[in-house]
Every structure is written in structure tokens, then in C-alpha cells.
């Protein structure tokens, strides 16, 4: 019961993500909080890299969505890395022109290229336990601030997702 009420909850959630006002919010500020959240994993250690100017990196976004984009990328590159290995994930922060890149790698499985084509649709998941809208969540919240979300995968050797966001002027 408690599954179905989370898989209910996440598509209503998912189904309203549309209507969010855009504010100015500080993008540096909620990524270090994702990271924080997982850099407490003993079997993870997780490397930012801030090539941005020192203080705020000001973007028009919803500071909830972008949050939770950055924990389900963080999430997804922790359960990739397989029973074993020692997880690397590193995150990148980097301007370019009037947008920042943010760049998430890890050394995980890798995606399957059976399922690549899938990986952004609502209710697509490999997970036993996933409700499968965690990477189409990501790419709606990234492209209703105007951006844009793409990936590269390499089978065992990990995956690399690339967001892009404009910058407040």
C-alpha cells in the first residue's frame, strides 16, 4: 500500500510540474545541498568541482524541483555503482556564456543500451522498487527553466549527465 500511495503521489506530482512559477534562485547553493545529503555515504565519495566565480550563481528556476532533480541524479549514480566497487561520483559547475553546464559523473554499470531510448519516459524504470519518473521529473523541471538534459554511457566503465541552464544577466 505504501508503494502504490508513493507511485500515485510521485505521478501527481510529476503531473502538476508544469504550472511552478520560475523565481531567481541561487543554483550553486541548492547543488552543495544535494551533495551534502550524499556525501555522507561511507561507499561514495563525491568530488565538486566550482569552476563558477565565487558567490551566487543566479538562475530562474524552482528551487524544490532543482533540488530534487540534483538528489535523483546523485541517487541514481549511487545505485548504478555496483557491489564492489569503490563509487567516484564527480559533479562539475562550469559558465558558459550566458548559461551553466552542470555536469554529473559517475563510475557506475552504465545504461543499457536496450533501455536508452526509454530512460526519460514517465513510468520507465530497471528498478524492482523505482516509480520510474525520477529521470523524466529531471528533464521536465530542467527544460521548464529553459534548458536542456543529455546523457553519455559507457557499459561498466559509468554515465555522464549534462545539464545545461541559462543564467540570470
Known amino acids: 500500500i505504501e508503494s502504490l500511495s508513493l507511485i500515485a503521489s510521485e505521478f501527481s506530482n510529476f503531473a502538476k ?18 551533495i551534502e545529503v550524499y ?4 561507499n561514495v565519495s563525491i568530488t565538486f568541482h566550482d569552476k563558477t566565480l565565487p558567490g551566487q550563481l543566479l538562475v530562474k528556476g524552482d528551487k524544490d524541483q532543482l533540488l530534487r532533480s540534483f538528489n535523483n541524479l546523485i541517487k541514481n549514480s549511487v ?13 562539475t559547475l562550469e559558465p558558459v556564456d550566458k548559461s ?8 557506475g554499470n552504465g545504461i543499457p543500451e536496450s533501455v536508452q531510448q526509454r530512460i526519460f519516459m514517465p513510468n520507465f524504470t530497471t528498478k524492482s522498487s523505482g516509480t520510474g519518473l ?15 538534459i543529455r546523457y553519455r554511457t559507457v557499459i561498466d566503465e559509468g554515465t555522464t549527465f549534462y545539464l545545461t541552464i541559462p543564467t540570470e544577466s
Not at 510540474?17 to 544535494?34: A, C, F, Q, Y
Not at 545505485?79 to 559533479?91: D, F, M, T, Y
Not at 525520477?134 to 536542456?148: D, H, L, S, W
Open 100 to 107: 551553466v553546464n552542470i555536469v554529473f559523473q559517475d563510475n
Open 79 to 91: 545505485e548504478a555503482i555496483p557491489e564492489g566497487r569503490e563509487g567516484k561520483i564527480s559533479i
Open 17 to 34: 510540474m508544469p504550472d511552478t512559477g520560475l523565481r531567481t534562485v541561487n543554483l550553486k547553493h541548492i547543488l552543495e545541498r544535494s
Open 39 to 42: 556525501s555522507q555515504d561511507e
Open 134 to 148: 525520477g529521470p523524466a521529473f529531471v528533464k521536465q523541471a530542467i527544460e521548464n527553466m529553459g534548458g536542456t
